[in-house]
T-cell receptor, first 113, second 111 residues
């Protein structure tokens, strides 16, 4: 079956711009989580959506937001980009709302200049 | 501060050698998962350990969950270049469902 698909894979933005990243989970998976990965901080949890509702949110500023659609696809948005937002953004899906296995996409590599 | 501390941060060894990666916390975890991430890819789950003291083997990889469920280790026997990657431990603290990740251990196995 198709895995988790993230688009775009790579993008370059400048400070002050905004960006929207997309994630299509594995068919049948209703939970989608987003993580930011940087060399210094590792994987940092952004938020998790389950059945279109945000279940949990990490310690990121309000510039980071997300949503989930009725087909379980999810988007995350970062507004007023800062240099420090440069990172690999990973999306992961799982079937239920418990602590089952996370299936990760390949990520969206964001570079902010 | 990371809820899960991994050590070492980097490990470079020769093919055929053994290695151990550690994952420690002051908190109790319901379970711990180990993931491996290769360059340009997302992390892939290797194993989940659930019971304190549990030992799981996956070919040359041995995973152990501490008796107190606060720590775990990953041991690779006779490492091969294909074992190269970033190894991440992750788990939900007790009474939580949100996964916390360690910072990871970058393993390089030289041919």
């Amino acid at each position: 079956k198709a895995g988790v698909t993230q688009t775009p894979r790579y993008l370059i933005k400048t400070r002050g711009q905004q960006v929207t990243l997309s994630c299509s989970p594995i068919s049948g998976h209703r939970s989608v989580s987003w993580y930011q990965q940087t060399p210094g901080q590792g994987l940092q949890f952004l938020f998790e959506y389950f059945s279109e509702t945000q279940r949990n949110k990490g310690n990121f500023p309000g510039r980071f937001s997300g949503r989930q659609f009725s087909n379980s696809r999810s988007e995350m948005n970062v507004s007023t980009l800062e240099l420090g937002d440069s990172a690999l953004y990973l999306c992961a899906s799982r079937r239920g709302s418990d602590t089952g296995e996370l299936f990760f996409g390949e990520g969206s590599r964001l570079t902010v200049l | 501060t990371q809820l899960l501390e991994q050590s070492p941060q980097f490990l470079s060894i020769q093919e055929g050698e053994n290695l151990t990666v550690y994952c420690n916390s002051s908190s109790v975890f319901s379970s711990l998962q180990w993931y491996r991430q290769e360059p340009g890819e997302g992390p892939v789950l290797l194993v989940t350990v659930v019971t304190g003291g549990e030992v799981k083997k996956l070919k040359r990889l041995t995973f152990q969950f501490g008796d107190a469920r606060k720590d775990s280790s990953l041991h690779i026997t006779a490492a091969q270049p294909g074992d190269t990657g970033l190894y991440l431990c992750a788990g939900p603290p007790f009474n939580d469902y949100k996964l916390s990740f360690g910072a990871g251990t970058t393993v390089t196995v030289r041919a």
